[in-house]
């Protein structure tokens, strides 16, 4: 196996690792529920303080973390979320588990920033929506085994069942990136260990958008995400047992949609994907969550899940192409800081503006849904800024040239 594909599929298991993590405790939900003194509505604030958590260290971390060998900081973000995760299997009320989940998010920012910048530092522009789309397929791969297993194992285990898993596998991928990963410091040589200047990321304007862009669409998804599994079991009566088939069937799709995202990202531009993958949310979320839905929850989830994922790699692979080299990580670990800030907040809105009836229904997801459609309009309009910003825009007016 060649180094571009070596480093391309270790990057996807890094962010499969951290995507698991931050997936599981959505779906849970409800079981965590049942035995913890924590209501249905408190699952947007757990996940909310977690991504923010994400959001800080991504922050914190991308003044420096391009000094360092992209395999050692895989290594100790890895471990480290490892450990957090375990720590979450011992929570015994709300603030214990959002405690643990703040300490794994501190880790799972560098994470998904250290595996974006080892695909962008080995992949070169004509295939890196290629690549891109493989590590983040890993969100659908995710929902297609990780979660369903999850899920399976809490219901015939218990609720801490699913963390000890991921704490498992995540002790095998530290082995498996210490073993398998070559030393990545080719970046190191472009301007010496000096430390990134945050805010001369954030001066250039081009980057500054792309943060914007980024930011409005995790604010819309995450309205949505965290509450669906309660959403669905409880306002429609969609059975617990079938969750896991849910959460495959429709990571099976989203795997799909986003393949077929990151190849027409590379063939006919991110613009019409994007444009093309935000007509098609907004049509599912006015359908399954502004009114009764007249199509059933199985298409409405995959199709929601399936177009995010062509909304994301098609403004990934755009927003990668920015950066100069001895920048990447800085750049991809506040990208990675902006996304999960949107996450949080968007999760901690939903929390505020959702109330949680007696019996665990969910008052107010269609507020919640319109808000999600306004957020969800942003992201294709900065995309075309950014497209078609000064310098940057080749004769076609769809993709834009990047050097190194």
Not at 68 to 73: E, G, I, P
Request: glycine share 8%.
């Amino acid at each position: 196996m060649d180094i571009e594909k070596k480093v391309v599929w270790i990057a996807a298991v890094v962010q499969f690792v951290n995507i698991i993590d931050f997936m599981m405790v959505m779906p849970l939900g409800p079981d965590i529920s049942k035995v913890l003194p924590i209501s249905n509505g408190d699952i947007g604030l757990i996940c909310g303080c977690y991504t923010l958590a994400i959001a800080f260290s991504g922050i914190a971390c991308a003044g420096f973390i391009d000094r360092f060998d992209r395999k050692n900081v895989a290594v100790i973000a890895v471990a480290g979320l490892s450990l957090a995760t375990l720590c979450a299997a011992f929570a015994w009320d709300l603030y214990s588990l959002i405690g643990a989940r703040i300490l794994a998010g501190f880790f799972g920012g560098p994470a998904a920033a250290i595996s974006l910048s080892m695909v962008t530092d080995v992949v070169p522009p004509k295939r890196r929506g290629k690549a891109m789309a493989i590590v983040m397929g890993t969100f659908s791969l995710s929902s297609i085994v990780a979660v369903p297993f999850g899920l399976e194992l809490a219901r015939i285990g218990n609720w801490q069942s699913p963390f000890y898993a991921i704490t498992v596998l995540g002790v095998l991928v530290v082995l498996l990136i210490a073993k398998f990963t070559p030393p990545m410091t080719g970046h190191l040589s472009a301007k010496g260990k000096s430390v990134v200047s945050i805010y001369a990321l954030m001066k250039n304007r081009d980057n500054m958008m792309a943060l914007l862009m980024m930011a409005s669409a995790m604010v819309s998804s995450f309205l949505i995400i965290p509450n669906i599994s309660a959403f669905f079991q409880f306002n429609h009566g969609y059975p617990r047992e079938s969750l896991g088939f849910l959460y495959m069937v429709g990571g099976i799709f989203s795997l799909v949609m986003i393949q077929l995202g990151g190849r027409l990202s590379d063939k006919i531009g991110p613009i019409p994907t994007n444009v093309a993958g935000t007509v098609v949310l907004i049509v599912f979320l006015f359908d399954g969550f502004v009114h009764d839905p007249k199509t059933s929850l199985l298409l409405i989830f995959v199709m929601f899940m399936g177009t995010v994922c062509i909304r994301n790699i098609s403004a990934t692979s755009e927003a990668s192409q920015l950066p100069e080299p001895h920048e990447r990580a800085a750049f991809m670990s506040l990208l990675s800081a902006i996304q999960h800030g949107g996450n949080g907040i968007g999760a901690l809105l939903s929390s505020a503006m959702l109330v949680t009836t007696d019996n665990g229904c969910l008052v107010g997801m269609d507020r919640v849904a319109i808000f999600a459609i306004i957020m969800a309009l942003f992201q294709p309009y900065i995309l075309i800024k950014v497209c078609y910003s000064k310098n940057r825009v080749n004769k076609w007016s769809l993709n834009s040239p990047v050097s190194g």
